[in-house]
């Protein structure tokens, strides 16, 4: 959910404050998603002696 | 440093909120290193020719700092909002690992005491609260949830740090393929300088991507009428000053200490206790040592997970009876543990990991019930009084299971029946918090701030 868009936007500009948006979500969630998951795996390959 | 200040990290217009998240995780991914430290405890061991007892104070000086920085710096924290309080964070973090990196160059233990202990101390409770008050501003929908993500990061971290540490520590000594091999503390100082580093880059990331809701600002389709229809939920507020006065504060802060200091019974143990549980008619236990670390991973990921999960489902449940899960559920948990624990191991597994996962949910609910209690105004600060309750946990929970773990027999020697009078203490304590949790009412209206205007809900505009 984003907040209220900007009352008079034009076109163009909209569209390119979209992509930045998008952008920026995209590369701040993987910039803490992918260590994350790295730490997921490698827990998960000590977790797989538990059921060996 | 004017850039720093709240002034300049209100959102423009069109601001996604979901830009948020990330940057809190920024920072709690970062502090949660402080989970890690077993990797190269060893290794400073025998760096300083110290005990283990002397190298473990370096963690507890560092867990008590936590608590004492988040109670006293929390007003200023929300007084100067997140991106302030995130850089000096950093600052300090950092600035622990640099110096316990020089005591380890130099052989002084008592700079590793300073630095890791004492300076990141500060860092790890300045940043631990300083997204907080933020992700509950921006989702006043799903407080639950958004402090959750956060605080699961916490969790998280130490999954990370774990083996990025130990593959460096290698990487960083050229006898690392040698049998029995210990890290070097040259290694350790290296991998000190490369984590200041590193956490360095993540937390500013966070600091410079945070950015505070503009007075008035709701999500689209909010209605706060709707939030207000469950009984604990207000929306007037009660200043930190004044929290700490209210039975409320005292109420929950048990509720916490007790969750806690359970949840930390297991966690100390965990390897030990699980073969100590399972043992062969010799006395040789029947679980390897490769088992046992599998067993600890899987905790971590309970922790992590249950910090999220449970956090995200009391948005539904409310806050009270997500706790009375943790509390009363936990205790019946903990007795089926402690009595029938060591019939079967899978039986073992998901009891301990049902249990670490309301521990973890303990954590990252509570700052969406003191929400609940004193509305958002100085949400930041009151959370940080109450995170002394972790400091006590902290001390408490190892004080109680060794005390009894001592005097039931040495270390190697010990069976499931050993830890029955320490599990079953557990059992109490979580109990009394029930208790506790089942006193919260709501915050008598003497408590409350002024309001100039009755006709909307309305906060006191400095707090970020």
Redesign the interface.
């Known amino acids: 959910?984003?907040?209220?868009?900007?009352n008079n936007p034009s076109a163009p500009d909209n569209t390119v404050?979209v992509n930045t948006?998008t952008g920026?979500?995209a590369l701040?969630?993987a910039?803490?998603?992918v260590?994350?998951a790295?730490?997921?795996y490698?827990?998960?390959t000590?977790?797989?002696?538990?059921?060996? | 440093m004017g850039f720093l200040d709240r002034e300049r990290t209100i959102?423009p217009?069109?601001?996604?909120?979901?830009?948020v998240p990330?940057?809190a995780?920024?920072v709690h991914?970062c502090i949660g290193q402080a989970y890690a430290t077993s990797v190269y405890k060893t290794a400073l061991v025998k760096h300083f020719g110290a005990s283990l007892t002397e190298i473990g104070l370096v963690f507890s000086i560092a867990i008590v700092m936590l608590g004492l920085s988040a109670a006293i710096m929390g007003t200023w924290v929300d007084r100067n909002g997140p991106r302030k309080a995130m850089f000096t964070s950093s600052m300090f973090w950092v600035g622990g690992f640099l110096i316990g990196s020089l005591g380890i160059f130099t052989h002084q233990l008592w700079l590793v005491y300073l630095g890791y202990g004492v300076v990141g101390g500060i860092g790890l409770g300045i940043g631990y609260i300083s997204p907080v008050s933020t992700l509950i501003k921006w989702f006043p929908d799903r407080p639950g949830l958004a402090t959750g993500m956060a605080i699961m990061?916490f969790g998280?971290g130490?999954?990370?740090?774990?083996?990025v540490s130990t593959a460096l520590l290698k990487a960083y000594d050229p006898n690392s393929g040698a049998q029995g091999w210990v890290a070097s503390g040259d290694a350790v100082g290296k991998l000190f300088l490369t984590l200041a580093v590193v956490y360095l880059v993540?937390m500013l990331?966070g600091a410079f991507?945070i950015k505070v809701?503009a007075d008035g600002?709701r999500?689209?389709?909010f209605d706060p009428a709707k939030v207000k229809a469950a009984k604990l939920v207000t929306t007037e507020n009660v200043s930190a000053k004044n929290a700490v006065k209210t039975p409320q504060f005292w109420l929950v802060w048990v509720a916490l200490f007790c969750n806690v200091t359970a949840g930390i019974g297991i966690l100390e143990q965990a390897a030990p206790m699980i073969q100590d549980f399972f043992r062969g008619p010799d006395g040789a236990s029947l679980v390897?040592a490769?088992?046992a670390?599998?067993?600890?991973?899987?905790l971590?990921?309970g922790n992590?997970a249950g910090r999220f999960a449970w956090s995200a489902t009391s948005d539904i449940t409310g806050r009270k009876r997500i706790y009375m899960l943790y509390l009363g559920v936990g205790a019946l948990l903990y007795t089926v543990l402690a009595l029938a624990g060591s019939s079967t191991t899978i039986l073992y597994?998901a009891l301990a990991f049902l249990i670490i996962s309301f521990y973890g949910g303990g954590f990252a609910t509570v700052p969406a019930y003191l929400r609940d209690l004193f509305g958002t105004f100085q949400v930041g600060a009151i959370h940080g009084r109450l995170l002394t309750a972790w400091s006590a946990a902290g001390v408490a929970g190892p004080l109680i299971v060794n005390a009894f773990l001592d005097a039931q027999g040495k270390p190697g020697q010990l069976t499931a029946a050993s830890y029955q009078p320490a599990l079953l203490t557990m059992v109490a304590l979580l109990v009394v918090g029930f208790v506790a949790n089942l006193l919260v009412k709501p915050v008598s209206a003497r408590f409350h701030e002024p309001r100039l205007d009755r006709d909307r809900p309305h906060e006191p505009a400095m707090e970020a």
């Open positions: 959910m984003s907040n209220v868009p900007n404050a948006a920026k979500l701040g969630w910039l803490v998603g260590p994350l790295y730490g997921v490698e827990t998960l000590r977790v797989a002696a538990l059921f060996g | 959102a217009a069109g601001f996604n909120r979901w830009l990330p940057a995780l920024a991914l990061g998280g130490a999954l990370i740090a774990s083996p993540y990331f991507t809701p600002w999500p689209a389709g390897s490769a088992v670390a599998g067993f600890v991973g899987l971590s990921i992590m597994v």
